[in-house]
T-cell receptor, first 110, second 116 residues
């Protein structure tokens, strides 16, 4: 199986909160990242968290890290239709290499 | 800051053509750039790691004679798909990290390659 795992799909209504979950396996990862990919585009770095942090908030985005369980989540408050995209979590390895999860497709219904 | 520019965004060409894709870091120096391939509805697959001034490191199963990587400067890496065939059609994405450890990767907008 993949080293980094995510659920495939999430559907929410506009204005609700979205929570995208991710589990990883490498306990030596120092940073964990969330990227957003819109159709036909590259990846946009949304936020990242250092492994000694439990939480990081940046406007509508909140990242929670449970290092013991190797669980990472991204919460998007007041989800908008423009948030519809694929979200990838990633952990860094030696040499700044990233291991990506399979991506979670977020669909926001008006 | 940390903008990565990738060109071209879309290529359509005949089988047997060689295609060059450029990846530039516009506002930072990148000693390391990465090339990925993404199949529809799948995650990114790392093809190779490109280091300035040295040979690229290819992932297992990636043909180095088919996917030629040149990282001639701290701001430019190129991927050339040699004698492309329909099975090479895919979405190719590059990324670059600023100097220093644990720097996040910043991605280009990708190149959609379609070989007829």
């Amino acid at each position: 199986g993949e080293d980094v795992e995510q659920s495939l799909f999430l559907s929410v209504r506009e204005g609700d909160s979205s929570v995208i979950n991710c589990t990883y396996t490498d306990s030596s990862s120092t940073y964990l990242y969330w990227y957003k990919q819109e159709p036909g585009a590259g990846l946009q770095l949304l936020t990242y968290i250092f492994s000694n942090m439990d939480m990081k908030q940046d406007q509508r985005l909140t990242v929670l890290l449970n290092k013991k369980d190797k669980h990472l989540s991204l919460r998007i408050a007041d989800t908008q239709t423009g948030d519809s995209a694929i979200y990838f979590c990633a952990e860094n390895r030696a040499g700044n290499m990233l291991t990506f999860g399979g991506g979670t497709r977020l669909m926001v219904k008006p | 800051g940390a903008v990565v520019s990738q060109h071209p965004s879309r290529v359509i060409c005949k089988s047997g053509t060689s295609v060059k894709i450029e990846c530039r870091s516009l506002d930072f120096q990148a000693t390391t750039m990465f090339w990925y391939r993404q199949f529809p509805k799948q995650s990114l697959m790392l093809m190779a790691t490109s280091n300035e001034g040295s040979k690229a490191t290819y992932e297992q199963g990636v043909e180095k004679d088919k996917f030629l990587i040149n990282h001639a400067s701290l701001t430019l890496s190129t991927l050339t798909v040699a004698s492309a065939h329909p099975e090479d059609s895919s979405f190719y994405i590059c990324s670059a990290s600023p100097r220093g450890s644990n720097q996040p990767q910043h991605f280009g907008d990708g190149t959609r390659l379609s070989i007829l």
